[in-house]
């Protein structure tokens, strides 16, 4: 059976990818305990357990590359908790170097590729200069005999922490615990969230005292420096029972006091074979009926988000039986049958209120906290930062704040971009800081929450902000502006140069970061989204990036227009109203058409002129729809309001890349298909220069 | 598969085994010509639903239509290949392929027509005999019969 | 299949528990049981993630035998082992440890504890089923 195989390995590409992400989270928090001068040997043993898992999941799945590295990362990192090889910076580089190296393995086998990834031979070299024998030396420095009966069930990897706590001198525990099987989970991280601040838990060894089905007793081994009654006034209560064990040796019984029956401590003790009765009989069990297969209890899952997608076609196409349900009320109404219609109505109101639970749901589903890219950002910015030799204090705020998961893949490579400039163009080194009174370490900061049906991130720097002239002067240099808009253009505009393509990057490609990536190309990137972005920049003080998403691409409001026989989608949420329009008080400055509305101008753009479609009635009745993205608006000019609907944007395919203007498109009933404008670069083409915009639409026509 | 139909071969095209592998193609018109695709190529053939224009698209990109909810861009295959493009009938179809980057792309022929099985020896490599782009998505001149059957290579017309 | 063995077979699904916190582990081994389908005749997999799961599962059903891992956070293999053997309920159950290929002292202290079969990472599909074949056997 093919299959299952193959879902196997999925699997094991998912955990893979899993584990490698904990191994690297892992090593920040090492980072970080090196800066402050702290030394936490948990985290090590995380590490060493991860890259451990990684190492036998390997062998099992023939991901051979990755099993070498596991396997050499393995032998380091046991050295390292050994304490028999130094944490430094450099071995921490090491293991850094890792992680990408591990990216690569994974890209290729999930490829199929037998390729060696490039790196791996090096790393691999460097690895076993510093990993060396792992044999323990046979005189390693116990105290005291570890009793046989704690010893006959721990693991070995179990039984290396408990002695490295001893070594350092901790005190053993033994915690008794009795908890009900239905709040199994919530008291266990309980227990674990308290213990943590007083020691480590090593192992949890269920006593065979009551087994029925309704509670479970356990013994926990813990160590900590802490004495027995600051343990019992932190932990013990009526289901916890906190006792110290023994040092001595002589103590034979030491894990298995009197709490035990004699049975089980005689299975513990008992180190040959055989299987120990219990003393006491176990409370009668009542049976539940054996073919309830009860399977895996764990309560999440993982999911594919193609099946997501595809369940959320099926509210899109639910959505439109809705629309149609309603039409046939209407027609039954006009055809005299009130009755009738107005069942119908009832069932497509009740069928509403189901289907937008229904997505709602869904699009719960789809959200991810921003957390997941904002981590993998902290190792980039510890890369560049050692690359260009700056120091950078990286903030994270508000990483909890949630997004469709489609948009969190499509904004790591925008906002690492967005970071790089930053470290390399705003950030200025160690001297020309110390010179203008900064502290040595740079700071960015990165911020995200929710607004409304939005979600904001921003990137803050306290480097040198934009040059202002420097950016005209290129942008002059390049023909982008010309020698009258330098005198006119506001700060802001000026500002909004970067987002030209060529305008910020560099003239000459350097060692470190080449030519840069523009920000004409992050632009374009978050506009696929459905998003904004913004500059805002005082020189001396910093530069602020700030970046407006839609929660989720998936379902949006729209107002659906008309340009005569062809219909539109225009995301409300970009939408602040839509009137009548009949020519009147419209001006044309500098070849663009102006109107009034409530004592401001708002630019005018007729869809049929800017999409070259046949205008219906051109100097006829028309509407305006007012779309508002930033701060900047625009009067969208179309020949018929259709109405508001819920629709589900699909993107254009990459043949259609090249085409401005447009977000996706969504099915409107009958297989019938609308394409969604996009506001945004709209806007953007409209108000550029009514002649340059004009020239793009066309050079894109192709 | 589920639209694919096949039609019996014609007796002349049962030849003795080429060398080489048998390779299954699907035949079609455009204009007055005969050409095909290699059959794994396609995924469906459809009745070309309502399609909606493109603004600004590239010439030969007809628009966009949807098949039971996926998108997908309809190219009119005679405009890509330049050959004269006859108004559309009952009988024009879109022949659905996949791209490496996953958007589904429709191409507009005329007619379809059948499925034909071509060894090695049945496919002529196409020397400069025929002029101008197209030359660039020839795989070759299948002679099963008489008539001359150009054979295209879907996935460098859809850019794969 | 004549009838009677039909019967027979029918009365002879296996019921396996495994006890292992790694999904993709879990989905392996299962990988291999619907290899060894001749050999093993139907098998009814029940997965547990950990050995608190497996804690819950055990006096809900009958189990042929058990598959469990002894590297597994919290309550490991051998603990499990421990209370399985502990339990006169199920003391007699065959279990099948998974270890690492490199602890011999996982191994030792499995065996005393009275693991049936202990299997080694990395293992194929037919060395699965060799062992359960073993751990079952030796049990009738």
Avoid: W
Avoid at chain 1, 665 to 687: C, I
Wanted: glycine share 8%; aromatic share 4%.
């Amino acid at each position: 059976m093919v299959d299952s195989i193959d879902k196997a390995r999925e699997e094991f590409f998912s955990e893979a990818q899993e584990i490698i992400e904990t191994f690297s989270r892992n090593l920040l928090a090492l980072d970080a305990t090196i800066s402050e001068g702290v030394k936490d040997p948990t985290l090590v043993n995380e590490a060493f357990r991860a890259v451990h898992t990684l190492k036998g999941l390997a062998g099992l799945f023939g991901a051979v590359a990755m099993g070498t590295l596991s396997h050499h990362l393995e032998d380091l990192l046991d050295e390292l908790r050994l304490g028999r090889t130094e944490l430094t910076r450099a071995v921490l580089d090491l293991l850094f170097g890792s992680i990408d190296v591990f990216g690569k393995i994974l890209v290729a086998e999930r490829a199929g590729s037998e390729a060696i990834p490039p790196g791996l031979d090096e790393l691999v070299g460097r690895l076993r200069e510093l990993g060396g024998s792992v044999a323990p030396e046979p005189g390693m420095v116990t105290e005291y005999e570890l009793d046989p009966g704690m010893l006959a069930v721990l693991t070995e990897y179990e039984e290396h922490r408990l002695r490295s706590n001893l070594e350092q001198g901790l005190r053993l525990y033994r915690l008794h615990v009795k908890f009900d099987l239905a709040t199994l989970d919530k008291a266990l991280e309980e227990i674990k969230d308290r213990a943590k601040r007083h020691g480590e838990i090593i192992t949890y060894l269920p006593t065979g005292e009551s087994s029925s089905i309704e509670t479970i007793e356990l013994d926990l081994l813990m160590a900590s420096h802490d004495d027995l009654s600051i343990l019992i006034g932190a932990l013990a209560s009526e289901r916890i029972i906190v006792e110290e064990i023994e040092r001595k040796p002589q103590l034979p019984a030491a894990f298995s006091s009197r709490r035990h029956p004699p049975a089980v401590a005689e299975s513990i003790l008992s180190v040959p074979s055989g299987h120990p009765r219990l003393g006491e009989e176990t409370a009668d069990l009542a049976l539940v009926s054996p073919d309830r297969s009860l399977r895996s209890l764990t309560q999440t899952v993982r999911v594919d988000i193609r099946k997501l997608d595809r369940l959320m076609n099926i509210v899109g196409e639910l959505a439109i039986v809705r629309n149609v349900l309603s039409r046939i009320a209407d027609r039954v109404r006009a055809e005299g049958q009130p009755q009738i219609s107005s069942e119908l109505l009832r069932v497509h109101r009740n069928f509403e209120r189901r289907l937008t639970e229904m997505q709602d749901g869904i699009l719960e589903v789809r959200m991810v906290p921003l957390g997941q890219v904002f981590e993998r950002l902290s190792r980039v910015v510890r890369q560049i930062s050692r690359e260009l030799d700056k120091e950078i204090r990286f903030v994270i705020t508000g990483s909890e704040t949630e997004i469709d998961k489609l948009i969190v893949e499509e904004l790591s490579d925008p906002l690492m971009h967005m970071i790089r400039n930053s470290i390399d163009h705003g950030i200025e080194d160690a001297a020309e800081r110390a010179r203008v009174g900064k502290p040595a370490a740079g700071t960015i900061a990165l911020n995200a929450f929710q607004k409304g049906n939005h979600v904001v991130i921003e990137i803050e720097d306290d480097g040198r902000g934009i040059d202002e002239s420097a950016l005209m002067q290129k942008a002059l240099r390049l023909g982008k502006i010309d020698l009258t808009d330098r005198e006119q253009l506001s700060r802001e505009e000026v500002l909004s140069l970067i987002f030209l393509p060529g305008v910020s990057t560099r003239e000459r490609a350097d060692d470190v970061s080449g030519r840069g990536v523009g920000m004409d190309v992050v632009k374009t990137n978050i506009g696929h989204l459905g998003g904004v972005i913004d500059v805002q920049s005082e020189p001396g003080i910093g530069t602020k990036m700030t970046i407006t998403l839609p929660i989720t691409l998936a379902i949006v409001s729209a107002l659906l227009v008309k340009v005569g026989e062809q219909v539109f989608a225009i995301p409300l949420n970009s939408v602040s109203e839509a009137l009548a329009f009949d020519g009147r008080g419209v001006r044309v400055v500098d070849g663009r058409e102006l109107m009034g509305l409530r004592g401001q101008s708002l630019p005018l753009c007729r869809l049929a002129r800017v999409f070259d479609l046949p205008e219906e009635n051109p100097s006829g009745r028309k509407f305006v729809v007012v779309a508002t993205v930033g701060t900047k608006r625009l009067g969208i000019l179309v020949d018929y309001l259709i109405g508001q609907q819920d629709i589900v944007i699909k993107p254009l395919g990459k043949s259609l890349a090249q085409v401005r203007g447009f977000s996706g498109a969504t099915e409107l009933g009958d297989q019938n298909v609308g394409l969604v404008l996009d506001p945004a670069a709209l806007v953007e083409e409209v108000l550029l220069s009514g002649e340059s915009a004009r020239e793009k639409g066309l050079r894109a026509h192709g | 598969m589920a639209n694919l139909t096949r039609v019996e071969r014609r007796g002349h095209l049962r030849r003795a085994a080429a060398a080489g592998p048998i390779r299954e193609f699907l035949t079609f018109t455009l204009s007055v010509d005969l050409y095909a695709v290699e059959l794994t190529t396609i995924r469906e053939i459809v009745s070309p639903p309502p399609v909606t224009h493109v603004p600004r698209a590239a010439h030969d990109v007809l628009g966009v239509c949807s098949v039971r909810g996926v998108l997908v861009t309809v190219v009119d295959l005679r405009k890509r290949l330049r050959v004269a493009a006859p108004p559309a009938s009952s009988r024009t179809r879109i022949l659905l392929s996949k791209t490496g980057s996953g958007e589904v792309v429709g191409l507009l022929v005329d007619e379809v027509r059948q499925v034909i099985r071509l060894g090695a020896g049945e496919i002529e490599p196409v020397a400069a005999v025929l002029g101008g782009d197209i030359s660039a998505h020839v795989l070759g001149i299948g002679r099963p019969g008489n008539d001359p059957i150009i054979l295209l290579d879907l996935n460098s017309i859809i850019g794969a | 299949m004549d009838v009677p063995a039909r019967a027979e077979a029918k009365s002879k699904m296996l019921r396996i528990l495994l006890v292992e916190d790694s999904e993709s582990m879990r989905a392996f081994v299962s990988a291999c049981l619907d290899q060894g389908a001749t050999q093993l005749g139907e098998v009814e997999l029940i997965q547990a993630a950990s050995g608190f799961d497996a804690l819950r599962l055990l006096p809900r059903g009958r189990y042929d035998l058990v598959i469990s891992d002894i590297n597994m956070p919290d309550i490991n293999g051998l603990e499990l082992l421990n209370f399985i053997r502990a339990n006169e309920k199920y003391r007699d159950l065959p279990v099948l440890l998974i270890s690492t290929q490199s602890s011999e002292k996982d191994r030792q202290r499995g065996l005393a504890l009275g693991a049936t079969v202990f299997l080694a990472k990395p293992f194929s599909s037919e060395q699965l089923v060799a062992a359960l074949r073993a751990a079952l056997d030796g049990a009738s």
